[in-house]
């Protein structure tokens, strides 16, 4: 079993509350495409946001929402509940994924390769500017720049349970002593300019150097390709404009 988690904003903190849902349902539609179905998806949130798309595979945890807890630290402590939520399933592997980020539809068919394995980080991925028809490719320190970026072994993080802010930073490629593989494919597509500043987009604004050499990097065209068929189906790719 292959659990994922994705931590969503309340409406309170949102620019726009319809937007923000528009823009999750994306995502949760990405995650369910996967090619293999043993998996489940736990979302916590402090009220359900308001999407058409349904699947079994999905539950909703409505937690209280905290006004003393913001940005990272609201985020961390919904992972931690999601992680807690996760012991029924007794799963193998968990991803974190933030609530605007798309993923590969291949990634629970890959952990079930290897049910050995510690688990892997994302070195490569794309940046996707919202409705554009180019997408960027990044490597090979994609991780460090998006949340979405990591499986890991459940085992692992047990410990963790017991801790306010589990799951360390998403930069960290060491588990408890175990080093996670790199992902040998693209995992995450990134997505930016889609008009609602979720989680990570908050932590990542205060980081105006690494923000500044980001811009830097996304003007070198040598890494844009052009937004094909095959991508926008491996990571449920559309323009929320169009839905």
């Keep these: 079993m ?14 726009s509350w319809k937007r923000l849902s528009l823009i999750f349902e994306r995502t949760l539609k990405s995650i369910c495409s996967q090619t293999s179905q043993d998996f489940r998806v736990i979302v916590v949130c402090n009220q ?3 999407v058409n798309y349904t699947n079994s595979a999905v539950e909703y945890v409505e937690v209280e929402d905290k006004p003393s807890e913001f940005g990272a630290k609201d985020k961390w402590r919904k992972i931690k509940l999601g992680l807690v939520e996760a012991l029924k399933y007794n799963p193998l592997f968990v991803m974190h994924c933030d609530a605007d980020d798309c993923i590969s539809n291949k990634l629970v068919a890959f952990s079930e390769k290897d049910p050995n394995a510690v688990g892997w980080y994302f070195p490569q991925g794309w940046f996707w500017k919202e409705g554009s028809n180019l997408i960027l490719h ?3 320190d994609f991780h460090t720049l998006c949340g979405t970026c990591r499986i890991i072994r459940f085992e692992l993080l047990k410990d963790q349970l017991q801790q306010e802010y589990p799951l360390f930073s998403h930069k960290e490629t ?59 189906q491996e990571f449920g790719l559309y323009n929320i404009s169009d839905s």
């Design 138 to 140: 990044k490597n090979p």
């Design 174 to 232: 060491l588990i408890n002593g175990s080093k996670l593989n790199p992902l040998p494919f693209k995992g995450t597509v990134y997505i930016m300019g889609h008009g609602e500043n979720l989680f990570a987009n908050e932590a990542r604004l205060q980081d105006k150097k690494r923000q500044k050499s980001l811009l830097r990097k996304l003007k070198d065209m040598r890494h844009y390709r052009p937004l094909t068929g095959n991508i926008r």
């Design 48 to 50: 359900k946001p308001d």
């Design 2 to 15: 292959f659990v994922f988690i994705i931590p969503l904003k309340s409406q309170a903190r949102t620019d």
